[in-house]
């Protein structure tokens, strides 16, 4: 019903920087929260930040400060705007978006992911 697709990700090395995209598509009525999660090997999955509809953000304490979160309504994406990036955010990001669709005369709120863009950070 509906898809995230992220890119952005790539190699890159300490103090530089990267900005991913997430743009959903599909039977969309409405998008909520939209947020990054990222998760590294042998750890569990965190969110990074989130963004409401209405703009209001939260961050991670690790990443306050570098990582700013933004979104474009019209377009149904969200970006992350990485910079001063440190070998420990090497992992893979997750696009998350909490989304109201309508589809054959029902409407229904779940919850959705991308498949995940890795980036990794070189010291």
């Known amino acids: 019903q509906v898809q995230l697709v992220e890119s952005g990700g790539g190699l890159v090395q300490a103090g530089g920087s990267l900005r991913l995209s997430c743009a959903a598509s599909g039977s969309i009525v409405k998008i909520n929260a939209m947020g990054w999660y990222r998760q590294a090997p042998g750890k569990q999955r965190e969110l990074v930040a989130s963004i409401t509809i209405d703009g209001n953000t939260n961050y991670a304490d690790s990443v306050k400060g570098r990582f700013t979160i933004s979104r474009d309504n019209a377009k149904n994406t969200v970006y992350l705007q990485m910079n001063s990036l440190k070998p420990e955010d090497t992992a893979v990001y997750y696009c998350?978006?909490?989304?109201?669709?309508?589809?054959?005369?029902?409407?229904?709120?779940?919850?959705?992911w991308g498949q995940g863009t890795q980036v990794t950070v070189s010291s």
């Open positions: 998350n978006a909490d989304v109201i669709t309508y589809r054959r005369g029902s409407v229904s709120r779940n919850d959705y």
